[in-house]
Every structure is written in C-alpha cells, then in structure tokens.
DNA sequence: AATGAATGAGGTTTCATTCAT
DNA sequence: AATGAATGAAACCTCATTCAT
C-alpha cells in the first residue's frame, strides 16, 4: 500500500571512517550514529527556534537543517512541544555545571564579579545562549515548565550566588550599599538588558555591553579602577 | 515576512465623521460604532497576542473576544501581520504621548526620577502594558517593523530622556558616577528586569519591584532618603 | 502569509433555484445550504466508512465525495471519531422513528411478522442500511459508544418488540415453542444473516433471503402457508 | 488494494530442515527457532488484529507482543496485507482440519448436532476464535481473498454438511420442515448471532448460549429433549 | 458595514517498509 | 537470520483569508 522509502543518498555519511581502514575500533557504531543525529537535531532545532520562536518554527525545517527525515525527530522527542522542553534543559545543564564549577573565590570581589562579567559577555550576550535566553523569556508564559526549569536551574541560583558575592563585598567594605544583598537583581540587570538589547536594537544603535558592565560596577563598587 | 511597515491604508476609515466636524453631538451613528468596534479588536487582539504570542493567536478568537465577526476584523485591518504591527503602535503611542507631556522639572533630580519610577510601577510593572514590552522582546526578531517602531519611538526617546536627566544630576552634583550619562540604559535596567521578572517568576519568587528600584536609586545617588 | 483560498467553481451550485425566479421566498438560504452541505457530508462520509472501514476511510474522500473543502467537514463535526459516532445515530434514528411509529397490529402475528420480514427485506437486506449494520458489527469493539447506541436504541428495542409479538403468538396459539419467547434472537437470526451474507458472500452464492425467511416463519409456525 | 491472493513466496522457508527428514532429534537449530518466532507473530497478530481490525493495527505493536523486532515480521510475511491474509488461513486450516475428522454420524441427527454446537460453543462462541468470525465479517468487503477464502473453506462446507445432516433428519423423520434442506443457514444462524452478540453487546446483556442453541433445536426438532 | 460559512495550503504526527549492521 | 534506526508518504486537523449574503 504504501510506497516503499529510498533513503537519500547518504553515500558519504555511511563511509567507514579512516579510523575503520587503519584497523581501529570504530567509534562510529549505531549508538554513536543516533547520538550524532540527535545532537544535530538538537542544534538545528535551537536555531529554528530561536530565529521564529516556537509556534512559528516547522519541524520540517528543523529536518532539513539536521539532515534527517521529519520522522526522524520523532525517535528522539516526543512532539514538538516536548522537544522545546528538553532542548532547554540540554543546552542550559552543561553552562549550568560548567559555572557552578566555578574558580575558588582568591582576590578582591570586584575581581571576581569582574571575571564573572568577562565570562557572560563572552559566552552569552551576542551568543546562541543569548539568544535562548530571550526565546525563555519570550516563550516562558505559555511553557511553564521552561519557566519553571529556568528558574530552577539558573535564576535562583544565579541570584544566590550574586547575593553571596555582594554579602561578601559588603563584609569586606568593597560595597557600601548594604541594601544590595536584597536585590541582587540590580547587579546582573544590566547583563540581562544587554542580552536584549543585541538582539533587538543592535542593528539601531550598538552597545558595548564591556564598557556598561564596567560602569556598572564602577557604580556599585564606588570608585574608577585602572584597567 | 520582513516586508517594511505599510501603514494601513484603512486608516483614512479613521476620519471624524463631518458631523463631528460641524459640532454636532454623534450621536451612536454608523463611524462611531465602527471606532468602538475597531476598539474593542484592537483590546482583544491585545490580550490575545500578549496571552499567546502572534503565531499562535487565532484571529476567531478575537473576534469572538471582541465580539465581532471574523470578517469584521479584515475591514479595520489588512492581515494578521499588519493587525499585530499596528497594534503596538495604536497601544504604544498615547503612552508615549503622556511621558513627553512631562512636568515642568522642579525640584531635585532624584525627585524627578522618583517620580518617573513610581509611574513606571504603576503603569507598566505588573499591568498589560508591562505584558506588552515582554511581546515586544518576544517578537521584535520576527517582526522588524515592531523593533523598529519601539527603538524609535519609545528606547531611543527614553534613553534620550534619561541621558538628559543624569546629565543633569550630574551637572547638580547628585549624581557622582559620571560615566552613566553613556550608559542610561543602567538605570533603567532594573525596571525592565522587574517587567520580565513579573511575567515569568512572579509565582516562583514574588519581587518588591517598588522597593528594588528605591535601593537601585540609593546605590546611584550615593544616599539613602529618609521616605 | 497564507495564500488566499480561491472557491472552486462551483456556479452550478451557487445558481438560484428556479423558485427564486418566479419570485417564490428562496427556501436555499444560507443556513438551508448548510443543511444541504451536512446531508451531503453525511451521504459520502457514510459511503466511504461502509466501503473502507472507519480507520482506512479518509476524510479527503470523504470531502471530495460530498463536493466540499476538507475544512468544511470540520464545520460539522468535531473530527473523525465524533464523526463516525454521529453518523452512526444520524442515520439511524429516523429508521427507528418509523419502526416505531408500527401499524397497529391487526390480523395473525405470523402476518405481522411477515409484514416486519417484508420491510427489513426491502429497507436493509442488501441495502447500504444492511451495510450499516455491518459496519457497527465490524467496528464495535472499536467504538463502544457505537455499540451502546445501536444496542440500546435498535437492539434492545428489537428484541422487546420482537418478544411482545412471540408472547402473542404463544397467547394466540400460533406459535407452540414456548421458550422461544426468552430468546428472541432465534426469530431475527435469519434476518441478520441475511443481512452479513449480502455483504460477503453474494457472489460466491447467491441468497433468497425473502425465501429463506419464509421458510424460518415455517419453521416457527408449524405450518406452511400458501402464498 | 483487491489484488488476488498471493502465495507467500517465503513459504519455501518453512521446509523441514534436513536434519528432521532424516530423522536426527531437532535440538533447538536455527529451522526450528525460526518457526517458533513464526509462530509467535502470528499469535501476536491475530490478538492484535482482533482488538483493533486490520487499518489501525500497527507492526511495531505486534513485534513487541510476538518479541522480534520489526523487521523480523518481513522475513516471514511479505507486507501487512498479506501477512493479514495468510493469518487467516493459518488460524482456520486446523480448525476446519479437525472438524472435517468429524465421527462417524451414530445415534439420532439431534444428537448429532447437538455434539456439534457443543463444540461450536466451547471452542468459538466467546473465544478468540470467535472474535476472528467477527474480524472477517468486518474486514472481508476489503479483503476479497479473505471473504474467498473463509466461504470456500469454511461457510460452503459447514453449509453443505449441515445440508446434509438435515436431510438425514429429514428421511429419518426427525425434522419435519422439509425445506430447511434448502437453507441450512437457519439451523446456524442463531449460533452465529451468539457468535457477534458476545463480541459487541455481551456487557449490556449477557446471553446464554447454550440455552438459546437448545431452544432452537427443539424448534427444529419440534420436541422438547430432557437433558 | 457586517457576517460567518467555506476554503485549502500547510502544519504535526504516524507508521509500513527498508537496509546497514 | 535478526535487528531497529531511519525514511517519507500520507493521514488528520487548523486557521488565515475570502466573499456571497
């Protein structure tokens, strides 16, 4: 009844790796081969919905940017609103361990909240990962539970860590405004509306996130530090 | 997709009926009834775009919000794309045009902003309007024109605004920082991280937006007031 | 976005009826050619499930049978199933309607029952009405709601009728065995027979179900009678 | 679709290995592990095509329940359509085996007949074999072969053998309505209803069988046995 | 001006079938 | 012989848009 499938001529992905002709153990077994496909599906998915946002993003573009048929996806997700969830978990948990592994806390807190900024300014705004932020802000409403892992995940943490960090400068007399352990919101806002701002306005008037970020901490830490 | 902004040609529909003109009272006549109508979508169509997003807002729904038919919708507005762009305007615009008919600025800087923060609280932090910035951000990628509209006509006047605002607490000797005259858009930052924060976390953390932002003024005007 | 949806010509169908030109009240008013549009998906949809079966019937045929846009089925039903379901009681009630709506029962109660044979002769047995039957034997299982129904408005009526008439017949002397009157299944087996031999095997051979009923009242009434 | 039937090439494959023909004790060898998973599919196909008819079944669902993986299916059956139509046969043959291996007819018709329904009603009525009469009568319009098939193996024999059966009791004296030879269909008619009657509306009223089979035999037999 | 029935392109999802391993 | 990941045709269903009334 129904047609029998010709699969495209993959003739190039299916050559044996070199590895295989120098007698290697080939790690390209099917296993590795599935997990390759679904880490391809995961990076053009996360591109897709970050150009169009969730609604407006087709699984069969998704496909055809992984290279792989639409039924495809469907040994991996299990509908289109599931891939979206998981998609944010997968990208967010490595960033998430990879900070949470952070430096032992040596020298001034302005150092460390310092090289805490260089770290988000090179790994986020104007990244991918800044652009998933905004897709979370941006689809959280209607996926709870994007909203709910986000701020699992990263807010409360970040916030924690934030809020140790100024209780430390405060101690050591680096910051003056005490009220700032309350609302740690107030040192990473501006990190935050750089994110945005790239991905909005950019193109209109471009911002140098480094300098804010410097100024910013200029403000909170009192004085000019030689750079 | 990406097609510049037409305005709508519909909107000569917009004209005050000559009875209006001649003084007379209008009485519920047909142009009156039409404005109400194109009102009544235009508030549907909002809390329906702000609720979903624009691809996944079905336009039977607000009809049916508004209490029209769905082919009413298409005599106020050429399609869904145009409906959306247009709205951010229709709703941005009377804002806009209540913040540029500022008062007279009397007293002191911090006054001033005071002032500003408390409307920005109860206009927008919180409220539909609050909502619709979130939108804004979700959607700006995929819809230019909106991008282009809000930088326009609402970021680049209120930084503009701000700019003038710090160089004069600066100028006052209020403000001792004087490099955020570059970067207005730190002082704002914490209103904006409590519109997004109210949308996506309220539930998980509550946010006292109004006590956030009398810290953030403190940590900038180097004091604390007695309230 | 969408393209815009062209009609298929259908001006035959769109032409006023012959009643409007000799200035007659139009009885084709829109919710009228609703009803019709209804009738015809009802029609078709009814045909395709007694040829395919529920789960190989597509609503593409379905639609295209009836003279109508795929869309249009879903103004009337909620989707395939409530369909099925629908259908099923749509096309049933009236012919319980008028089954109950029966003569008065004059003359023998083997003429009566020759009366009833005569009918479900002629209305069901080899009828799409006897198709239906088969398509609610074959999908049943599948379809409780289905079976329910046809149990509790065909079915157990049926046999109520069926046992009042035997428990007349027993009274009257016509019918002496006695216990037939608790199985009243025994007097419309043949019937049903009839009804699924129709649709499998009549080609293989064919079947005088008039005759074969005949013979069954017979059997029953102990004697034969001269027609 | 409607194609005739054909004979699964694959069949060649159930050959006997060597080994049996010449008599070895098979161990468990590969031949024979083969025709177990043969075995296996079929039960899990018919278990799987009885609950859901043969459009929705799906092959996944059957391998997991016959415990090959999917592609093992097709190493034994071509496609689905006649893997469907092979079941049949495969299911019917020894079932119309043993009771073509009927006794030697001694004692009266009655009670011939008699051992017959026991039978029937032990090992069809309410069993999985009787849901496979239900499968056919409601997948045979699509499935030709099947509908030819089951008539000539199974419906044109038991007819002729109940033909016959009745024109013994007939010379016998044991059956007075002499033209029951013509339509043999009425002496199984009622256990053909018992047959559909426990598959669709067993739930809503439960029907004693065997009770209803006697009442009928002692309509045809025209007298009441003591049992 | 307003209606809402009708349209059909286009989206998501399923699943029979294939084939490299 | 057996596997099961991969395929993609084809199904169901939605919804922006049109247009006769």
Redesign the pocket.
């Known amino acids: 009844?129904?047609?029998?499938?010709?699969?495209?001529d993959?003739s190039a992905q299916?050559a044996r790796p070199a590895s295989v002709a120098r007698g290697e153990v080939p790690a390209s077994?099917?296993a590795t081969?599935?997990q390759e496909?679904r880490a391809a599906i995961v990076d053009a998915a996360m591109e897709e919905f970050i150009a169009r946002g969730f609604a407006a993003?087709?699984?069969?573009d998704i496909a055809k940017r992984a290279g792989?048929?639409?039924?495809?996806i469907?040994?991996h997700f299990k509908?289109?609103?599931s891939m979206f969830e998981e998609l944010v978990r997968i990208v967010i948990v490595p960033v998430v361990a990879r900070l949470t592994a952070l430096p032992p806390p040596t020298g001034s807190v302005r150092d460390l909240i310092e090289a805490f900024a260089g770290n988000f300014l090179k790994e986020v705004i104007g990244t991918r990962r800044g652009d998933l932020v905004r897709l979370i802000v941006a689809e959280g409403p209607r996926f709870p539970a994007v909203a709910d892992f986000y701020y699992r995940e990263v807010v409360s943490r970040g916030i924690a860590a934030m809020r140790a960090l100024i209780e430390l400068g405060i101690a050591r007399g680096e910051i003056r405004e005490k009220d700032l352990a309350r609302y740690p919101q107030i040192l990473v806002a501006p990190a935050m509306i750089a994110v945005i701002w790239q991905s909005l306005f950019a193109r209109h008037a471009p911002l140098d996130a480094q300098e804010m970020l410097r100024v910013h901490l200029d403000l909170i830490f009192g004085e000019r530090r030689t750079t």
Chains 1, 2, 3, 4 share one sequence.
């Not at 792989?68 to 495809?72: L, N, R």
Request: glycine residues 4%.
């Open positions: 009844m129904r047609k029998p499938t010709k699969p495209a993959k299916n077994n099917r081969r599935a496909r993003t087709r699984l069969d792989v048929a639409k039924g495809t469907y040994l509908d289109k609103e």
